[in-house]
């Protein structure tokens, strides 16, 4: 499905990506690990076109992707739910969810404001795949509210219905349950679950490392830029050079508290 093939990006001095090489099958849900500043975000934004490798090429389903602009690989099916995604406030869930859907279409969302009659179904279209991407991640009975003030929880599912309004077939999720208490943790990995059994193909990036072992067939571990293991959770867990990069970083420290 992805195959990425030693990618390298680096900014000024610093390699954020060196020889970044990992292969993901269609469907599998993998979980991607590191301390800060490993290149988890990097190596996402070059999956997603938001960057461009120096060196190395990145290919969906043998196709090379790594000089697209980033809305033509939405287009052949890459979604992304950004690190720390806001929503829209002052806009209705439904009206969030439209927003993802509308990026896919060649009117826009500017056009879609002052749509004439012979694209009101298209618009009609739009809403209903909205109102099934809400049905998806369990806030259909709220599409009508406002996303102002809306709990953490609820935001992190809103940006991934807005994500499937693309009809992603591989998603990139960058870090969705940070800041969430742990009935929202447990409901995100429930939602993630069941995109993946779905047939969605999933990348996340997440520091709960508990959260990616018990969802991640396979996990890579990135530390400075390198993919230093990748392997079931069980083998990269007890990898002695994972858990050594582990050891340097602060929230391990933390962690050792
Ligand atoms: N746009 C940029 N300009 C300069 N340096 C950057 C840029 N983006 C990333 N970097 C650097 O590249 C390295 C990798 O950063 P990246 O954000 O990809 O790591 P990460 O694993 O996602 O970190 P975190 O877990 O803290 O989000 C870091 O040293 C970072 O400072």
């Known amino acids: 499905m992805l195959t990425i093939d030693r990618v390298s990006r ?6 954020a990506n060196q020889d970044v090489t990992l292969e993901v099958a269609e469907g599998e849900l993998r979980g991607i690990i590191g301390p800060n500043g490993a290149g988890k975000s990097t190596l996402f934004n070059l999956i997603a076109g938001h960057a461009r490798p120096d060196s190395g090429a990145i290919r969906l389903k043998g196709r090379r992707i790594d000089r697209l602009p980033a809305h033509v690989r939405a287009r052949l099916g890459i979604g992304i739910v ?13 009206e969030n969810v439209m927003v993802g859907a509308h990026s896919r279409t060649r009117a826009g969302l500017v056009a879609a404001a002052v749509r004439p009659p012979s ?9 209903s795949t909205a109102e099934e991407c809400l049905e998806r991640v369990g806030l259909l009975e709220w599409a009508s509210r406002p996303a102002d003030g809306l709990p953490l929880g609820q935001q992190r599912r809103l940006q991934v219905a807005r994500a499937l309004a693309g009809e992603p077939r591989l998603l990139l999720l960058d870090e969705p349950a940070s800041g969430l208490r742990a009935r929202e943790r447990q409901d995100l990995a429930q939602l993630i679950r069941d995109l993946a059994r779905s047939g969605v193909t999933v990348l996340l990036v997440e520091h709960d490392v508990g959260m990616v072992t018990s969802l991640s067939e396979r996990i890579t571990v990135l530390d400075l830029g390198r993919v230093i293991a990748d392997g079931t959770p069980a083998e990269v867990t007890s990898d002695p050079a994972v858990v050594k990069a582990y050891l340097g970083t602060g929230a391990d420290h ?4």
């Open 10 to 15: 680096r900014f000024g001095g610093v390699y």
């Open 82 to 94: 950004f690190q720390g995604a806001r929503t829209f406030a002052g806009m209705s869930l439904l």
């Open 119 to 127: 694209q009101r179904r298209e618009e009609r279209r739009i809403k």
């Open 254 to 257: 933390a962690a050792h508290r």
